[in-house]
């Protein structure tokens, strides 16, 4: 009796106590509403709660990278190039923030060379030569720190396929990237994290079917 | 039993978790309601986002000191202690000035980078714009606020003269940037374009950071460590390069050798001139940066050129005489520069240039051999007092020294300067808010030679009238040392000095800008002289002004692929200088200048198109057989230039290019005989281009690793 009523008065007043339940309990509900959040006052609300997170948890680098990829996605929301670049910004600035608390990571580095890839959509004829530069060198690191990160592998096809069309033609090794991304997905676990990344597999099985299965052109 | 257990237990929890609310309302300074801030309790996930209305409210369990944060991008941060009182809140942000949301002071100015987005121009413009023929001066001579002068291709800015506009790169004044060219042909920058990412193009009421240019300078920031290695190769129907560029994680270094020889081409194009040795020139650049920490870098960039040509040129009155003419120059620059942040708010900016240029020409038995060896250092510093106060100070010390030598047959004539300018700069940039901007500036000069004291006052202020549109003013006076001859002649001669006042109004959307700029200038201290060998003849109490208007816009949105911007400039100028009898408008000023230059990308060729149209309207000259002075007027002038690089790979590129495709006869001036003949006629003739077109030819190759690069951004 006396053990369940302490059990029942821990569970009441530890809520701040047990940190860790309340940290993926509230990164379980973001990260959802981060991919889905449609309008940019909605992602804004859900970047700020992340961001809440962040702070508190000083020693977490996933907020972070959730944050980055919501300013994408606010980038993405936006026409103008000037507000475009903001955001990319902001993006970059969070990465860097998740690179303090975890250096060398894979799926950071793939995230940065993300924000460059966003950077060179924005005006590709005058900063093509730049960043499609940092684009390609950020995802081979990637690729290099972690080979079976599936994203890292993804994301390098969509630049290879980029710059191939933007030259002219052909899939510029895109298709390799797709599959070998495929496999990847196709195992991926995360056991140890589930917090980890997981996104890309539908949009890469996406552009598996609209390029590489059309016989590459 | 168990529920008075239960009971104390319970009473403890619920009142160390009560839950509290709070709530408020986040504004601007102003009382405009600001939209998706972050409020929350610092620490802890609890908080909220405003809405539309600004307002916010959330509930915390948390107690005791609590802090309240409300952050939002480009606000100011505030950290709030909370009260117990659950009073709702009303919580006010100020704005922070920054680069991104600050009004811009544009008044006099064409800003050209590769990142910025408010920039009416990129870099890569200046290189694919056709009849630019990837010469910086050359594409700048497609902006209002330059006359078409094209005997020289030079920078000739609002009525100014082509020598009252100066280059820096990274800050340091670069002597004689020109390279030599054939007598009526466009001379070239020495600098390719390809070695700068941005660029400040002002047509007047510059920085008080530079001086010694009457009318324009022209500053130029140097590319910072390169990302990639590559080799280039270009093959052109005037000669060939070479350049490579090897990359480290803190350090690049570039370089580039170029050949040039006009014999081949002139061989196949008919020429009006009878050479003897076509123009050719031998090239190098080399830079190298180091990244020395997180913010500092420091840069050392060399250019040395050995150039030469020889041709006949017909005596005006006798045109059957053919005199020889010869034009040699061995130029050297180098300039090494650094910068670091010395702490959050304090930055340092310092450099060192060197200068040495042997410049000879002779026609038939006459000849001149003029040395100039230049040197230049710099330190500025600058402070951020705060987001809306920031001053940048600095002082520099510019050396020259030119050595002439006059030849003919009677024998020679040595003349010779050692001018040392020692300068201070002060200047203050403050906002009011993001939307109104002002700069102060004060600079003050010491001459050596003429052991004078100049202090001018450099002003400017914009404001931003709505989202996309604003207005500048400018206002600024500039000192300048005359021409060299004059000098030389007589060491002590006082500076030149112009007063500019310039009224701007920009309009700036996504892909299409618009500006509109009115100017006054006024000239004051010109050199005058009957005889410019003759000292005694000069007076240094010329006058003169230049008014006008400038025009641009710029379109990349509306027709798919293509980029166009067409300039205007309206200019009505006179001065009293030289050997005018009074004040006149100069030979190389002309009312109304126009150009027109579109770009277009045709996938389905895989080609870039260009095409420019200038117009100049007539110049005036002086024909000795009237009596009225600077009476003659030249016909105005047209030139259209086609351009086009095709991608023949990834890694190869074809590129070719054509002046003047209508093959019209421009006429740039007339000049006339020193003595009139028997019958007291003076002979003269019309000057115009050596060519009437002029065609390029070109393959660039590009080695890389990386296949995604090569020289399209170049061209």
């Not at chain 2, 641009?552 to 692929?561: E, G, H, I, Q, S």
């Not at chain 2, 277009?600 to 895989?606: T, V």
């Not at chain 2, 023949?648 to 209508?662: C, D, G, K, P, R």
Request: glycine letters at 8%.
């Amino acid at each position: 009796m006396r053990k369940n009523l302490f059990i029942l008065f821990t569970a009441l007043c530890s809520i701040t106590v047990l940190a860790n339940g309340q940290f993926e309990k509230a990164m379980g509900k973001n990260i959802p509403a981060m991919f889905t959040a449609e309008t940019p006052e909605a992602l804004q609300g859900v970047i700020n709660q992340l961001n809440r997170i962040g702070e508190a948890e000083t020693n977490r680098w996933e907020p972070y990278y959730y944050i980055a990829f919501g300013y994408i996605r606010m980038s993405d929301m936006h026409e103008n190039g000037e507000e475009k670049d903001r955001f990319l910004d902001l993006a970059l600035e969070a990465v860097e923030k998740a690179e303090n608390i975890k250096p060398n990571d894979s799926e950071l580095e793939a995230m940065r060379g993300y924000v460059h890839m966003m950077r060179l959509v924005v005006d590709p004829a005058t900063r093509g030569m730049k960043y499609s530069g940092m684009a390609f060198a950020s995802f081979q690191k990637a690729v290099q720190l972690d080979p079976t990160n599936p994203r890292a592998h993804y994301l390098l096809g969509r630049m290879q396929y980029g710059t191939a069309q933007f030259m002219g033609a052909g899939d510029g090794g895109a298709c390799e990237s797709f599959a070998n991304a495929k496999a990847l997905f196709a195992e991926e676990e995360n056991a140890d994290n589930p917090l980890a990344p997981t996104w890309g597999n539908e949009t890469n099985n996406e552009v598996i079917s609209m390029i590489c299965e059309k016989g590459g052109e | 039993m168990r529920a008075i257990i239960l009971l104390p237990f319970l009473f403890i929890c619920s009142s160390l978790f009560a839950q509290t609310t709070i709530s408020g309302r986040v504004a601007e300074k102003s009382g405009e309601p600001l939209l998706g801030v972050n409020v929350y309790i610092k620490g802890t996930y609890d908080g909220a986002t405003t809405d539309i209305n600004g307002n916010f409210s959330f509930t915390t369990y948390e107690e005791d000191s609590l802090i309240l944060v409300a952050s939002f991008i480009g606000f100011h941060e505030i950290n709030l202690p909370l009260s117990k009182d659950n009073e709702p809140l009303l919580i006010r942000m100020r704005e922070k000035v920054s680069e991104l949301n600050a009004v811009v002071i544009t008044a006099g100015a064409f800003h050209a980078s590769e990142e910025g987005k408010r920039e009416v121009l990129k870099p890569l413009d200046i290189v694919t714009t056709a009849g630019a023929t990837a010469d910086v001066p050359g594409a700048l001579n497609t902006l209002p606020g330059t006359q078409t002068v094209g005997e020289t291709g030079r920078l000739f800015v609002r009525g100014g003269d082509g020598r009252e506009t100066k280059t820096f790169i990274d800050g340091m004044l670069v002597h004689n940037e020109y390279s030599p060219s054939a007598p009526n042909t466009p001379g070239r920058s020495r600098f390719s374009p390809f070695m700068f990412k941005g660029m400040s193009f002002s047509t007047g009421g510059y920085s008080a950071e530079y001086g010694q240019a009457l009318s324009s300078a022209l500053i130029l920031q140097s590319k910072d460590l390169a990302e990639n290695d590559r080799t280039d190769i270009s093959l052109m129907s005037v000669g060939a390069d070479v350049s490579t560029t090897q990359a480290t994680e803190n350090s690049s270094f570039a370089g580039k050798v170029q050949y040039t020889n006009l014999t081949p081409y002139f061989k196949l194009v008919d020429q009006n001139l009878k050479w003897d040795k076509a123009p050719e020139e031998y090239n190098s650049n080399l830079a190298y940066r180091v990244k020395t920490s997180e913010t500092g870098m420091l840069k050392f960039y060399s250019n040395a050129s050995r150039s030469d040509m020889e041709l006949y040129e017909s005596d005006i009155a006798n045109p059957e005489l053919e005199l020889p003419v010869k034009v040699q120059n061995d130029y050297a620059h180098f300039n090494v520069s650094y910068r670091e942040l010395l702490g959050e708010n304090w930055g340092l900016k310092t450099g060192a240039s060197f200068t040495k240029s042997d410049d000879f020409a002779a026609l038939d038995t006459e000849s001149r051999d003029q040395n100039l060896t230049g040197f230049h250092g710099k330190v500025v510093a600058d402070y951020q007092y705060s987001d809306r106060l920031g001053i940048l100070g600095g002082v520099e010390l510019i050396r020259r020294n030119v050595d002439q030598i006059l030849s003919d047959e009677s024998g020679s004539f040595e003349q010779d300067f050692n001018e040392q300018l020692g300068a201070s700069f002060l200047e203050a940039e403050w906002f009011a808010s993001s939307s109104l901007g002002f700069k102060a500036g004060l600079r003050a000069e010491n001459n050596s030679l003429t052991s004078k004291n100049t202090l001018t006052p450099r002003l400017s202020a914009a404001y931003k009238t709505g989202d996309k549109s604003q207005v500048s003013l400018a206002y600024g006076q500039f000192y300048q040392a005359p021409q060299t001859q004059i000098i030389l002649s007589q060491p002590s001669a006082s500076s030149e000095k112009a007063t500019h006042f310039i009224a701007n109004y920009q309009w700036l959307s996504e892909g299409q800008s618009f500006r509109v700029e009115a100017y006054d200038k006024r000239y004051d201290n010109l050199t005058r002289y009957s005889q410019v060998f003759d000292p005694s003849t000069y007076a240094f109490d010329g006058y003169g002004y230049a008014r006008g208007l400038d025009l641009f816009w710029r379109d990349t949105k509306t027709f798919k692929n293509t980029d166009y911007w067409v300039s205007y400039s309206y200019l009505d100028t006179e001065r009293a200088f030289k050997d005018f009898p009074g004040s006149f408008t100069p030979t190389f000023a002309s009312t109304h200048n126009f150009s027109v230059v579109v770009k277009k990308f045709i996938d389905e060729i895989k080609s870039q198109v260009g095409l420019t149209y200038a117009f100049a309207s007539e110049r005036t000259y002086h024909d000795p057989n009237t009596d009225r002075f600077l009476s003659g007027r030249t016909p105005a002038y047209h030139d259209l230039s086609f351009n086009i690089s095709y991608l023949y790979s990834n890694q190869v590129i074809v590129h070719a290019m054509v002046n003047n495709v209508l093959g019209i006869n421009n006429i740039y001036g007339y000049e006339f005989a020193d003595t009139a003949d028997t019958n007291g006629v003076y002979a003269g003739r019309a000057i115009t281009p050596a060519a009437r077109r002029f065609i390029f030819l070109g393959v660039f190759i590009t080695l890389s690793k990386n296949k995604g690069i090569n020289q399209l951004p170049n061209l």
